[in-house]
């Protein structure tokens, strides 16, 4: 199994380089601003909220080459 079978397709891609690259769909999904400033967030204008415990080491994921 590998790292990216846990993602549906539309949740990601890969850029030229080689990195996943996470969609506004998968965000959405996550529910959350990681304030990592990743290319789809739909919550650009927003800061995660400092209480907001949920944030996991999936933040860095979007540079993380498969």
């Known amino acids: 199994?590998?790292?990216?079978?846990?993602?549906?397709?539309?949740?990601?891609?890969?850029?030229?380089?080689?990195?996943?690259?996470?969609?506004?769909?998968y965000h959405l999904k996550r529910g959350y601003c990681c304030s990592s400033n990743c290319k789809h967030c739909p919550w650009k204008e927003k800061k995660s909220s400092p209480s907001d415990s949920s944030t996991t080491s999936d933040t860095d994921i979007n540079t993380t080459k498969p």
Request: charged residues 25%; without cysteine; aromatic residues 28%.
């Open 1 to 25: 199994m590998s790292f990216t079978d846990k993602f549906a397709p539309e949740d990601f891609y890969f850029s030229p380089e080689g990195y996943i690259v996470f969609t506004e769909a």
